[in-house]
């Protein structure tokens, strides 16, 4: 019996420090270049370089 609790205890360990590394592995934010966007009137207006 302990050494089913052993087994389990060391599963759930293993499952939350998976879920950790899952959750800091976030994508990084992608450079955009200047581009025209088109505003509600119909309107275009320049939006310059910005991260994504």
Same mark, same amino acid.
Do not use: D, E, F, Q
């Given at each position: &019996?302990? #050494? &089913? /609790?052993?087994? *389990?205890?060391? *599963?759930?360990? /293993? ?6 590394? /899952?959750?800091?592995?976030?994508? #990084?934010?992608?450079?955009?270049? @200047?581009?025209?966007?088109? @505003? $509600?009137? @119909? @309107?275009?207006?320049? /939006? $310059?370089?910005? #991260?994504?």
């Amino acid at each position: &019996m302990k #050494r &089913m /609790v052993n087994l *389990l205890l060391l *599963l759930v360990i /293993v499952i939350n420090l998976s879920a950790c590394v /899952v959750r800091t592995r976030a994508p #990084r934010a992608h450079w955009v270049p @200047g581009h025209y966007n088109v @505003g $509600p009137h @119909g @309107g275009r207006y320049w /939006v $310059p370089a910005h #991260r994504y």
